[in-house]
């Protein structure tokens, strides 16, 4: 399928480190991309896959980061895989980052085809669909973002287990409230979780959880502390501000 001509605005992440062009109706990139790509633990050299990329927000922050980090974005949308590669130019990261037009759901075969090998990656970094298929958005790009069939995380864990080698390592961000999801999903190919409840502010529900897991350990779950957005009185928080406009990391690991 052809990528269509779509609106598109043109706004900055990271403090203005990060400029992305992306479409002004559907799915937009927030909170959610960058505090991802915090959460993204890789080192020069490695290798990370980015599952549902969009536009390319958090494996383009990622590799802003990290230097000598090869990325590929793994997205199912023809116009916002072609606006992904268009990302990697404008902020001169197409050499070590690209794009390719996927289902993530797809046979080994297809990921074979397109360049993406078994064992082939250090890291997959994911921001799942995570509602329901029911009453969808008219909005395909909204549509293809937030809406999943049951078994959709299922297959996206078997996916990014399928592409990582041994010991390799998946972060995700989902909802809170769904957390029992996500263990279910990884709990067949991975252990040693590390989870991070993340706040809108203190003596709120959590509205994210971000859970880094390592391919094939044995290893047990650790519950970090909370990760707030904003204080009591809606200011954001000290720790919010470094992640999200200075590019700090977020550790998910117990050590």
Avoid: Y
């Avoid at 909005?139 to 996206?156: I, M, V």
């Avoid at 650790?222 to 406009?245: C, H, I, M, N, W």
């Amino acid at each position: 399928m052809a990528a269509e001509p779509v609106d598109v605005s043109e706004d900055g992440i990271l403090g203005g480190r990060l400029v992305l062009r992306q479409p002004l109706k559907g799915h937009r990139v927030g909170h959610d991309a960058v505090l991802l790509a915090a959460a993204t633990s890789v080192g020069p050299g490695d290798r990370a896959v980015e599952l549902g990329a969009g536009v390319g927000a958090a494996g383009l922050a990622v590799a802003r980061r990290v230097d000598d980090l090869a990325v590929t974005l793994v997205e199912i949308e023809p116009t916002l895989t072609a606006l992904a590669r268009e990302n990697a130019a404008r902020n001169q990261l197409a050499e070590r980052v690209h794009a390719l037009c996927l289902d993530v759901a797809a046979p080994p075969e297809v990921f074979v085809a397109a360049g993406l090998a078994a064992t082939a990656a250090d890291h997959v970094l994911m921001n799942p669909p995570f509602n329901a298929a029911q009453n969808p958005s008219p909005e395909r790009g909204r549509r293809l973002a937030h809406e999943a069939a049951p078994d959709s995380l299922t297959r996206w864990a078997e996916t990014a287990a399928w592409l990582l080698r041994p010991a390799g390592l998946v972060t995700l961000i989902w909802r809170a409230d769904r957390l029992d999801e996500a263990l279910a999903a990884l709990s067949a190919d991975f252990g040693a979780l590390g989870i991070l409840p993340v706040h809108p502010k203190p003596g709120a529900p959590a509205i994210w959880v971000l859970v880094r897991a390592v391919k094939a350990s044995r290893a047990s779950l650790t519950l970090l502390p909370s990760f707030f957005l904003s204080d009591e009185a809606g200011k954001p928080t000290a720790q919010a501000e470094a992640v999200l406009r200075e590019g700090a990391v977020l550790r998910l690991a117990a050590d």
